[in-house]
């Protein structure tokens, strides 16, 4: 339900060009004001980890937008979960595909020819959103980015109410879909907590008139509520979807907002852990997945990081889970690099050539073997996918490179007929 104008550049470029100098990062929930910005932009520079957040003021965002979207060299492109997964997807000729959200002229004009757009899904303006990217060791004062990566902010409302939730749902009695893909519910962070509550109770009741024979995947992105994040989980989101795509920021942030395994973990350090990685992605099928005491719907994740995929489902519910985690990880590298395969010397491994599959039980230790890339385990019926990724050295765009992932991964996954 999320769609936009992404304006990419470098970040760097666009603050010297407001005329911000270089000083301390601090994080900030919300940005309230340019200085909010440069200090948020410089926290998770040094960090060299991706962030998304809200800028509050309306009149200093659209100054700020215009001077990133005329500035030279920066690029305009289709952004928003949803809107990506759409684009994705609709590189299939034979597929075609209904896209509800707030879509204005130039992001209309952006979409491909097989996205069909309802009339009241259209606006008159469109929504911005400005991603600062930096390389790996660009420096910005005494900042130094030890990886590439970006820094996401807006100022959308229409989004951020998910207001074409309604229109979408009640598009697809005509539309007739086999398959449903949600996101944007973390666009609605910067509402107050009452407007988020009443918005997600409504989300709620119309996810539910989905008819349950068509499969619903969501998803997740970056988020800051701990407590939203947690109601989305345990009382309301989770058990009505049937599979979720989530990052390691998004994997950490729910196991600390429910208070799940290795939820004392601050951050990550390097390549997430994968027997961390696997205990989470565990427990939230164990305790929010679909079980014969349970009436919740989820019996899928995937799981994408920098280094490698996991996908993580619920036996009896899914096929063809190698080809869908492979497609996933080929994508990657072929999207992060702009190539149509992958080019092998563009691309390194930085996966762990050997791993355990848990840090709480009694883990097996895997070693990767080259001609079988994608690893398979089982722990109390559930099944685990694991593959390395080809990762791109030098990254022409990583912008939306988990929506690609999950679009890919979605296309080869089979649904077994319940």
């Keep these: 339900v999320n769609a936009c104008v992404d304006v990419v550049l470098s970040g760097v470029k666009l603050l010297e060009a407001l005329g911000l100098e270089p000083g301390d990062g601090k994080n900030h929930v919300v940005l ?52 990506l997964i759409g684009q994705k997807l609709a590189t299939n ?3 075609k595909i209904l896209l509800c959200g707030p879509i204005g002229p130039k992001l209309h004009e952006l979409l491909d020819d097989n996205v069909v757009v309802p009339p009241e899904s259209m606006q008159e303006r469109d929504e911005f959103h400005l991603i600062l990217e930096y390389q790996a060791g660009e420096e910005w004062g005494q900042v130094r980015a030890p990886n590439a990566n970006r820094f996401i902010f807006s100022h959308d409302l229409s989004n951020g109410a998910l207001n074409m939730l309604e229109v979408f749902v009640s598009s697809l009695d005509e539309f007739q879909p086999d398959l449903v893909v949600l996101s944007g519910l ?68 729910l196991t600390q907002s429910a208070a799940g395994p290795h939820a004392s973990l601050a951050s990550w350090s390097g390549v997430p852990d994968v027997g961390v990685v696997s205990d989470i992605l565990f427990w939230i099928l164990k305790e929010h997945g679909k079980t014969a005491e349970r009436a919740s719907d989820l019996t899928r994740i995937h799981f994408h990081t920098l280094a490698y995929h996991i996908l993580v489902t619920v036996d009896g519910y899914w096929g063809n889970q190698v080809a869908a985690v492979a497609a996933g990880a080929r994508a990657a590298g072929i999207q992060a690099c702009a190539t149509e395969t992958i080019d092998t010397s563009k691309v390194f491994l930085k996966a762990p050539l050997e791993f355990v599959t848990s840090q709480i039980e009694a883990p097996s230790k895997i070693s990767l073997n080259p001609d079988e890339p994608v690893v398979h385990w089982h722990r109390e019926g559930i099944s685990f996918h694991f593959t390395p990724v080809l990762v791109c050295k030098d990254p022409v765009r990583t912008v939306g490179l988990g929506d690609a992932i999950s679009a890919e991964g979605l296309l080869y996954s089979e649904v077994y007929p319940q």
């Design 186 to 253: 973390h666009m609605m962070e910067g509402q107050s907590k009452e407007m988020r509550q009443r918005r997600l109770m409504e989300a709620v009741a119309s996810i539910s008139d989905i008819p349950t024979d068509i499969p619903i995947h969501l998803e997740l992105a970056s988020m800051t509520d701990q407590d939203f994040m947690s109601n989305i989980m345990h009382q309301q989101v989770f058990p009505l979807v049937n599979s979720i795509g989530l990052n390691e920021q998004e994997l950490l942030f």
């Design 93 to 95: 000729p034979d597929l």
């Design 32 to 83: 309230n004001s340019r200085q909010d910005l440069k200090e948020a932009f410089a926290h998770f520079m040094e960090k060299g980890a991706a962030a998304e957040r809200f800028f509050s003021d309306g009149e200093s965002f659209h100054h700020i937008a215009r001077t990133a979207s005329e500035y030279p060299g920066a690029q305009l492109y289709v952004g928003g979960n949803a809107a």
